[in-house]
């Protein structure tokens, strides 16, 4: 007998209003053409341009001239490089080109879809029935570049949503990369990637156990464009820039609400998306707690696993994942630690569901298998549908399967709580299939989720509806811990 699920009448849809300005440049030598254009402009006609801009895009984004300045910069190396002093340029002139390296990009109005909720750290002011959460989305725009963004509610004593309002403006964060690299790591990462060493020994040979990151990358740069290179040996020193392009730290500004923040592709690791963010609430041995998420990026061929960490969802931490279970993706990091060490699903093989443990949040090696597919509605692959959710019967794990004509569903499992290896439980039917009027969007049938909770003893599952919306069902506790435990007679 299937468990009841109560699907609410709630939907996130895309919003094509929802832009960014983001840095826009076409190849250095139309961009120098572009340069010239602005330079031989006379000073009114500058102000002219400048002024019709502003007066046409102001209102659309906060504080756009200091993007436009910031934008010039960007392209700083490129005007210096036809022997301008970007010092001596005006103010209006310097925004004027940033304005010409800018172009808006609308960040959900392909779709908005694969939600996951937490419990947000600030509970106060609430009524005891009451739970104030953070919705995370892929937001997918033109081109199919996904990116991650957010929306706050409160759950009900009768598991509605009540959802905050959506700022009007969205924020970019600002970008730091990481001071210094671990030689040794950087190089078992390489490995992993397989880059040859043969094309990296002469550049990692001379670098110190610590590096910082403009020293490799200068050097990178310095020999791909100074040398004879192969493709194969140029390919490999492009990859050593796309990994150590890939640690880095963003921080929003304090006066921007969080529905006003995106996470958008920042590294070439990720230039095609973020995909799939999985978020959890991570209390540790000593009762502090972090906020953990895991992403898959893509860069149109590759995927690497990557961790953010944050602990106010204003500054976040993203570094890549390594070892050989950091890779492909589904990977879902467990709640808490057990036995002393960090535990983490995975699916490295794109079919089975996979555990592993690790003193450390980045490396993770030695997966094990816990669960293959069973059901027909599973048969092509099964993975995990977010963190696990501990309840006192047992590890609750939300999965999904792939079936006939690639249906995505929805079911959920149990195990054991010292020893996640060991299934307590299984549905044999799914928790969830898409309805009729979900089969429709993006990707046809399809429902799928990157995380839930519980709240007054019911699942709120957030999932998206064939990769174009998202909604939520409601699901009681005790009716699926019962059929959970039954399935194990069965």
Known sequence: ???????????????????????????????????????????????????????????????????FLNHAVKIQDIIEGMKINFDDLSLERKMLIGAYCTS??????????????????????????????????????????????????????????????VGENIDVPVISHKKLYNKEQFCKKMKEMNIPEKYSQNIMSGLPDKFEYSLLKNEVERVLHNSDLSTDNQIALEEM??????????????????????????????????????????????????????????????????????????????????????????????PRKIKGKYAMLARVDGVNNYIMYSDRTTLWNNPEIIQQPKYPWEFTQIGNCGSPIWTEEGWLIITHGVGTMRRYCIGASLFDLDDPSKEI???????????????????????????????NNNLILPYAVSDYSSTYGVVDMTELLDALKRSKKA
């Open 1 to 67: 007998m299937r468990v009841s699920v109560t699907r609410k009448n709630i939907k996130f849809l895309p919003d094509s209003s929802r832009i960014i300005a983001r840095f826009f440049m076409s190849g250095e030598l139309r961009t120098q053409q572009l340069i010239m254009r602005v330079l031989n402009l006379q000073d009114d006609k500058v102000n002219m341009a400048l002024e019709q801009t502003l007066r046409e895009f102001a209102n659309r984004h906060r504080n756009i001239s200091k993007v």
């Open 104 to 165: 808006e990009y609308a960040i959900e109005s392909a779709a908005i879809f694969n939600p996951s909720i937490i419990e947000d750290l600030d509970q106060t002011y609430l009524k005891p029935w009451e739970k104030r959460v953070i919705i995370s989305f892929r937001a997918t725009g033109e081109g199919h570049v996904s990116s991650l963004v957010f929306r706050r509610a409160i759950l009900d004593n009768n598991n509605d949503l009540i959802i905050s309002r």
């Open 241 to 334: 820039t796309w990994l150590v392009d890939s640690f880095y730290d963003i921080k929003f500004h304090k006066d921007y609400d969080l529905t006003e923040r995106v996470i958008f592709p920042i590294s070439n690791a990720e230039k095609s998306g973020i995909e799939d963010v999985r978020f959890v609430k991570f209390t540790d041995d000593d009762n502090s707690v972090k906020i953990f998420a895991i992403y898959t990026a893509f860069d149109s061929k590759t995927t690497l696993p990557k961790l953010i960490s944050t602990d106010d969802f204003y500054t976040f931490r993203v570094m890549p994942m390594h070892g050989n279970g950091a890779r492909d993706k589904n990977l879902a990091l467990f």
């Open 425 to 455: 439980g299984r549905l044999e039917e799914p928790l969830l299939t898409p309805m009729e009027h979900e089969r429709e969007g993006y990707v046809p049938n399809v429902v799928y989720s990157c995380g839930s909770l519980i709240h």
